[in-house]
Each structure stands twice: as structure tokens, then as C-alpha cells.
Nanobody, 119 residues
């Protein structure tokens, strides 16, 4: 297993920005996918953004339609950390956000960080 710890959540106003981070307990694998999901009370966890690394084939990113153009996922290999920059936040972005690391060997989840967007 790998342990993932999210941070950076908080309360922001509509239109504001927030940067989430997720630190892994050890170095990430060369071929893997790191992603951010969110889950509101009473709802299922949904994919928000995904970053896939394939050696010698480049990196790919995917976003949910609801966050395209507003959220950006990125990785810092030196810190074993994945980030998600969130801009132009809306009330419907209010959720608990979770990070995930998946590889041929690992499938791990963080404990979540709460994002609240107010008017």
C-alpha cells in the first residue's frame, strides 16, 4: 500500500481559488495514474481530474466537464506530491476531495480534505 495525505482545503468565496495537495508516503511509480475525486454528503464519489504517466509516451490529463478550464492537476515528483489548482470556484464545488494513486502494484486513497465555497 501507499499512504496519501491531502491538505489545502478550506472556506473560500465564490470566484476564489484554492490549491489542494496530496503527498505520498514514497516515490510514485513510473507508470501510474494519480487523480482527484470529490464526494458530497449522500452522493457517490466522482472523478474530478486525472493525470496518467506512461514512460516514453508522454503524460495525459483528463477533467470532468464541470471543472474544465477551471481546475488544473499537476505533479511534483521530487516531493511525491500531486496538486490540483482550483480557480473560479462555485458553490457546487463544495465537497470533500480525495486523491488516489493507482499503478500495477498500488491502489491507494487519502483521507480527504474539505472544500467549502460560499457566496
Amino acid at each position: 500500500q501507499v499512504h496519501l495525505v491531502e491538505s489545502g482545503g478550506g472556506v473560500v468565496q465564490v470566484g476564489g481559488s484554492l490549491r489542494l495537495s496530496c503527498a505520498a508516503s514514497r516515490a510514485t511509480y513510473s507508470a501510474n495514474a494519480m487523480s482527484w475525486h470529490r464526494q458530497a454528503p449522500g452522493k457517490e464519489r466522482e472523478l474530478v481530474a486525472e493525470h496518467t504517466t506512461i514512460p516514453n509516451s508522454g503524460d495525459n490529463t483528463k477533467y470532468a466537464d464541470s471543472v474544465k478550464g477551471r481546475f488544473t492537476i499537476s505533479r511534483d515528483n521530487a516531493k511525491n506530491t500531486v496538486y490540483m489548482q482550483m480557480n473560479s470556484l462555485k458553490p457546487e464545488d463544495t465537497d470533500v476531495y480525495y486523491c488516489n494513486l493507482k499503478s500495477p502494484v498500488v491502489d491507494g486513497w487519502g483521507q480527504g480534505t474539505l472544500v467549502t465555497v460560499t457566496a
